[in-house]
């Protein structure tokens, strides 16, 4: 049973700049609705733990790194503003604030310090300590899946459970590849794939299925990431880490995204407008 998840939002935000200077790219706001179904706007990342509490979890684990205070502060109740809020006669701000503060209380939250970005890999080695010898889910912190009742979390948990994986991840098909980890395998089910190579970015790319940063692992992944070689920039890549468990002769699969369900990045501007178009979508269903 899946308790955990680990939340990388380490990263710099540089496609970004300037306003990620101060303002963590996980912080940035896109559409949603609230509690009471009325529009809203609120952080990727908080869509994101909402999701994963959809799923059913109730321990996580944010990794962040210096100039991320903000995500701190937002993940830290502070019901006198929601009384405050009530006293002005704003129920429904209220209403909604007090929602995600009772999600909060229910749940246990561990901050991991990753000092300088030094790759997605070594943010989840990081959280070792938080997993111990669970399964678990990592959920990147600028990266989400629109679907119904977070179908995209229970497919791949289906999946990882029923194919006996040592780790699964979701795939989309793209146009250009080059810019995301991408897979190749056999289909082993519909939709399902047993991965036999995963590369980041490859500059010949043996197929267009690329990795949305969605996993489930065992802890076995831990240990492939102890001894992956880090990249020239002094980066740790969790992609290296998970082919070294298809080098071990481990099952990893590979999970389509369904159809009516669209995935949201904000790494970069185009990413982060289309974002904004897709969340505000929502608001007119």
Not at 11 to 28: A, C, D, N, Q, W
Not at 181 to 208: L, Q, Y
Request: aromatic residues 10%; glycine residues 8%.
């Amino acid at each position: 049973m899946i308790r955990k998840a680990i939340i990388p939002a380490a990263g710099l935000g540089t496609r970004l700049l300037p306003t990620t200077k101060e303002m963590p790219k996980e912080m940035l706001p896109v559409f949603d609705k609230d509690v009471n179904g009325q529009g809203c706007i609120k952080p990727l990342l908080q869509l994101v733990f909402e999701q994963l509490y959809q799923f059913g979890l109730r321990e996580f684990c944010f990794v962040v790194g210096r100039g991320k205070r903000a995500i701190e502060d937002h993940f830290t109740q502070d019901y006198g503003f929601v009384e405050m809020l009530k006293s002005h006669g704003r129920n429904d701000l209220a209403t909604s604030l007090e929602s995600f503060y009772q999600k909060l209380d229910n749940s246990a939250i561990t901050w991991v310090n990753q000092p300088e970005p030094m790759g997605f890999g070594d943010a989840v080695l990081r959280a070792e300590p938080f997993v111990g010898n669970e399964e678990f889910i990592v959920n990147a912190g600028d990266t989400s899946i629109l679907s119904e009742g977070a179908s995209h979390l229970k497919r791949l948990a289906r999946v990882y459970e029923e194919f006996s994986c040592d780790a699964a991840l979701i795939v989309h098909e793209v146009d250009d590849p080059r810019k995301y980890g991408v897979v190749s395998g056999t289909e082993v089910a519909d939709g399902v794939f047993k991965v036999n190579e995963i590369v980041e970015k490859p500059e010949k790319p043996a197929s267009n299925l690329a990795v949305i940063p969605i996993y489930v692992f065992h802890p076995t992944i831990f240990k492939a990431l102890e001894v992956t070689k880090k990249s020239k920039g002094g980066e740790r890549q969790l992609t290296d880490g998970i082919q070294n468990l298809v080098n071990w002769g481990l099952k990893v699969c590979a999970v389509k995204s369904g159809k009516d369900e669209i995935d949201i990045d904000i790494g970069g501007p185009d990413t982060y407008w289309r974002a904004l178009e897709e969340t505000y979508k929502i608001l007119r269903l």
